[in-house]
């Protein structure tokens, strides 16, 4: 049995991974009929929702960050953890992975124009982006290799 399905999720938690944990924040819940916690943590000038879920082996894991002292941090978090589901196999059905390519970059081709060949986001041009390492200035020449998110 891996450790992760050893270990309870209080336990998990309270492994060392969240900075500024407060321990006595920490509790067992269930979401979505899922095995979960959560816990509150601050730090700096952020306070934190901590939610981790199990399905099998696998743990999800769910940071929702405020400002210190900020009345969303509850509700935020709430409908975060709210949204969190298995889904059916039905729906795992109809799903089309998408993967990271590396494609060329030919004569005429801009960020705009690779960007826009994205599939998975609204945010084209800033996953692009990102992906890539450029900035708001950069630019690309033909023959340059860059990755986009295609099925």
Not at 40 to 57: K, L
Not at 65 to 81: E, Q, Y
């Amino acid at each position: 049995m891996a450790d992760a399905e050893r270990r309870s999720l209080s336990n998990y938690i309270s492994s060392g991974w969240v900075t500024g944990l407060l321990p006595e924040t920490i509790r067992e819940i269930t979401v979505n009929g899922l095995e979960a916690a959560t816990a509150r943590a601050s730090a700096e000038r952020w306070d934190f929702d901590i939610t981790v879920i199990r399905i099998g082996p696998q743990i999800f894991r769910f940071l929702t960050a405020v400002p210190k002292g900020s009345a969303v941090l509850t509700p935020t978090a709430d409908k975060l953890r709210a949204s969190f589901r298995r889904i059916t196999p039905q729906e795992a059905a109809t799903l089309k992975p998408l993967r990271v390519r590396v494609v060329t970059v030919g004569p005429g081709d801009t960020i705009g124009t690779l960007s826009a060949r994205m599939m998975g986001t609204d945010r084209k041009l800033e996953l692009f982006r990102l992906i890539n390492a450029l900035g708001p200035t950069s630019t690309v020449q033909a023959g340059n290799k860059v990755k986009i998110i295609s099925e």
